[in-house]
């Protein structure tokens, strides 16, 4: 082997600095951009905040009354607001809300609109039944419980976050 096959000529050594010098720059000045186009994406969603709705205290009863409000919703670059329900209702000192969205297929369920069914939360899409904590009658479509909205009430104002499932019946 010859050691003139393994020498680099001056063109070839210009070139090749050259062309590593530039590669290093060019990354150096597009990483912050793709960075910052990509960061929505790349960031873990946040936890939805507690919400207050619209719902006088003193006039919770135990019969379960339907609150409607609004979420604000992030997704990457879109920013949007939700509707989204939940029947409210006192126990004893407590207040408890269910999210109205049927486990079996997630329809929503209407409080008392089964007149064969007295006070049992309805699903009319294929005859869901849960009692009035949520708890999906047995022999009915659905297999689990209504969710449950974390809550928490601060100077006499009702927040609900997240609604979280529960365990089945
Ligand atoms: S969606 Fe509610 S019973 Fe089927």
């Given at each position: 082997?010859?050691?003139?096959?393994?020498?680099?000529?001056?063109?070839?050594?210009?070139?090749?600095?050259?062309?590593?010098?530039?590669?290093?720059?060019?990354?150096?000045?597009?990483?912050?951009?793709?960075?910052?186009?990509?960061?929505?994406?790349?960031?873990?969603?946040?936890?939805?905040?507690?919400?207050?709705?619209?719902?006088?205290?003193?006039e919770l009863t135990e019969e379960p009354t339907r609150v409607d409000f609004?979420?604000?919703?992030?997704?990457?670059?879109?920013?949007?607001?939700?509707?989204?329900?939940?029947?409210?209702?006192?126990?004893?000192?407590?207040?408890?809300?269910?999210?109205?969205?049927?486990?079996?297929?997630?329809?929503?369920?209407?409080?008392?609109?089964?007149?064969?069914?007295?006070?049992?939360?309805?699903?009319?899409?294929?005859?869901?039944?849960?009692?009035?904590?949520?708890?999906?009658?047995?022999?009915?479509?659905?297999?689990?419980?209504?969710?449950?909205?974390?809550?928490?009430?601060?100077?006499?104002?009702?927040?609900?976050?997240?609604?979280?499932?529960?365990?089945?019946?």
């Open positions: 082997m010859s050691e003139k096959k393994h020498r680099v000529s001056r063109r070839q050594f210009l070139n090749y600095t050259l062309t590593g010098v530039g590669g290093f720059m060019a990354a150096g000045m597009l990483m912050p951009m793709v960075r910052f186009a990509l960061d929505p994406v790349l960031r873990p969603a946040a936890a939805q905040d507690m919400v207050p709705v619209d719902v006088k205290l003193d609004t979420i604000k919703q992030v997704d990457a670059w879109y920013e949007s607001e939700e509707s989204r329900s939940a029947w409210v209702y006192k126990e004893g000192d407590n207040i408890v809300a269910l999210s109205p969205i049927c486990k079996h297929l997630g329809c929503t369920v209407n409080w008392n609109s089964d007149k064969s069914n007295p006070n049992k939360f309805f699903c009319p899409c294929h005859y869901g039944l849960y009692d009035k904590d949520g708890t999906n009658v047995p022999g009915t479509p659905p297999l689990a419980p209504l969710d449950r909205y974390e809550h928490s009430v601060k100077d006499g104002t009702l927040y609900l976050g997240q609604a979280k499932p529960r365990e089945g019946a």
